[in-house]
């Protein structure tokens, strides 16, 4: 079973139109992050969100955080070809006296010009 | 600062083979680790590192090895390579584990014939 599940899997829309991607899960989490990870690069992290109910803007990136810390959603705003990518969400859990980062298996946003 | 680099970027194997995947970062960072991406399935956590001298098992271990004897390295090893480790393989660092940011390289694209 997948912790975090990420909706949809594959995306392509045209360039100028605003999309929402998921990240779900049944567990809590103490935070998430998103990342971006461009084709023959490793991810690179986008925001954090600690709080139930956060909602942090970047740009036109909007993420939110559920107000349950289980669930996750990236709403773009007028999309542009440089935001194509694979988007990942990312979970922490603490365990004993270490956190356990868990990743989702990702959206591949195309937006084509 | 390079921030965190593999070497190398790409190797074939051959069944049965053995080789070590090298990870470096300048960032003095205490966490460090291994993560393996297949097609679908996401980042898998394979081992990771709270310090030097400390090493741990993640989701999927087997047939890989690890250990931190500096800070600055923590080298995965493979053994006797098998197909099912065909995979891109990247390592990451952070201050320090869970939410906070992970640092990835490159990655390692690995095939096993």
């Known amino acids: 079973t997948q912790l975090l599940e990420q909706s949809p899997q594959f995306l392509s829309i045209q360039e100028g139109e605003n999309l929402t991607v998921y990240c779900n899960s049944s567990s809590v989490f103490s935070s998430l992050q998103w990342y971006r990870q461009e084709p023959g690069e490793g991810p690179v992290l986008l925001v954090t969100?600690?709080?139930?109910?956060e909602v942090k803007k970047l740009k036109r990136l909007t993420f939110q955080f559920g107000d349950a810390r289980k669930d996750s959603s990236l709403h773009i705003t007028a999309a542009q070809p440089g935001d194509t990518g694979l988007y990942l969400c990312a979970g922490a859990q603490r365990g004993g006296s270490n956190y356990k980062l868990t990743f989702g298996k990702g959206t591949l946003l195309t937006v084509n010009p | 600062n390079a921030g965190v680099t593999q070497t190398p970027k790409f190797q074939v194997l051959k069944t049965g083979q053995s080789m070590t995947l090298q990870c470096a970062q300048d960032m003095n960072h205490e966490y460090m680790s291994w993560y393996r991406q297949d097609p679908g399935m996401g980042l898998r956590l394979i081992h990771y590192s709270v310090g030097a001298g400390i090493t741990d098992q993640g989701e999927v271990p087997n047939g890989y090895n690890v250990s931190r004897s500096t800070t600055e390295d923590f080298p995965l090893r493979l053994l006797s390579a098998a197909p099912s480790q065909t995979s891109v393989y990247f390592c990451a660092s952070s201050a320090k584990g869970g939410p906070y940011e992970q640092y990835f390289g490159p990655g390692t694209r690995l095939t096993v014939t």
């Open positions: 969100v600690v709080t139930g109910g």
